[in-house]
């Protein structure tokens, strides 16, 4: 039977500061505000002969990397289907329920997600980790991103089966 091991990366300084609001429906919105996000990580990968399985300073390379392209910025839902985005020169325009919203373009990053929810950013870094470890020996990586202590969402990625 294969020997798989489970790494576990939680460190302090993968964490990225923004700015967002949650889209609760088409009408109803949070107001914009921001939070201290930290990520971490959970990587299975098997066992080598000699008790090593996965360098865990390459995935804590990437991750500080992933967050620190997050960090310090606003940002905005592109794929919502409730509100739409537009650039006009220096700025994106927001429609949202009757009212517009404008952000300047270099402190905001549009992401191809639904809703700026802790459960979106976690499959949007997960897909950006996954997409860097191509051709790696791993089994399955889950990533969390928490909007605070307290409150976290995950997202899975598994090994297709041969
Ligand atoms: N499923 C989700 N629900 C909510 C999310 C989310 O990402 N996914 N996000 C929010 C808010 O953006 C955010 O959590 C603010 O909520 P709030 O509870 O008002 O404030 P704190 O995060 O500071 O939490 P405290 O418990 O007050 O410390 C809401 N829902």
């Given at each position: 039977?294969?020997?798989?091991?489970?790494?576990?990366?939680?460190?302090?300084?993968?964490?990225?500061?923004?700015?967002?609001?949650?889209?609760?429906?088409?009408?109803?919105?949070?107001?914009?505000?921001?939070?201290?996000?930290?990520?971490?990580?959970?990587?299975?990968?098997?066992?080598?002969?000699?008790?090593?399985?996965?360098?865990?300073?390459?995935?804590?390379?990437?991750?500080?990397?992933?967050?620190?392209?997050?960090?310090?910025?606003?940002?905005?839902?592109?794929?919502?289907?409730?509100?739409?985005?537009?650039?006009?020169?220096?700025?994106?325009?927001?429609?949202?329920?009757?009212?517009?919203?404008?952000?300047?373009?270099?402190?905001?990053?549009?992401?191809?997600?639904?809703?700026?929810?802790?459960?979106?950013?976690?499959?949007?870094?997960?897909?950006?980790?996954?997409?860097?470890?191509?051709?790696e020996d791993l089994r399955e990586i889950e990533l969390g991103v928490a909007s605070g202590p307290?409150?976290?969402?995950?997202?899975?990625?598994?090994?297709?089966?041969?």
């Amino acid at each position: 039977m294969e020997r798989l091991t489970t790494l576990h990366i939680d460190k302090e300084s993968h964490k990225f500061s923004a700015a967002h609001y949650t889209i609760f429906s088409a009408s109803e919105r949070e107001r914009l505000h921001g939070h201290n996000y930290s990520v971490s990580a959970r990587i299975v990968a098997p066992m080598g002969d000699n008790g090593f399985s996965a360098d865990y300073n390459v995935y804590k390379r990437r991750i500080k990397q992933l967050c620190d392209e997050l960090d310090e910025y606003m940002l905005l839902a592109g794929d919502s289907p409730h509100q739409q985005i537009g650039e006009e020169g220096d700025y994106y325009r927001v429609r949202f329920a009757g009212e517009q919203m404008l952000f300047l373009r270099s402190d905001t990053l549009v992401l191809p997600i639904r809703n700026a929810t802790v459960e979106e950013f976690s499959h949007y870094l997960l897909g950006r980790l996954v997409e860097r470890s191509r051709g790696e020996d791993l089994r399955e990586i889950e990533l969390g991103v928490a909007s605070g202590p307290g409150q976290r969402g995950s997202a899975r990625w598994q090994c297709a089966p041969d």
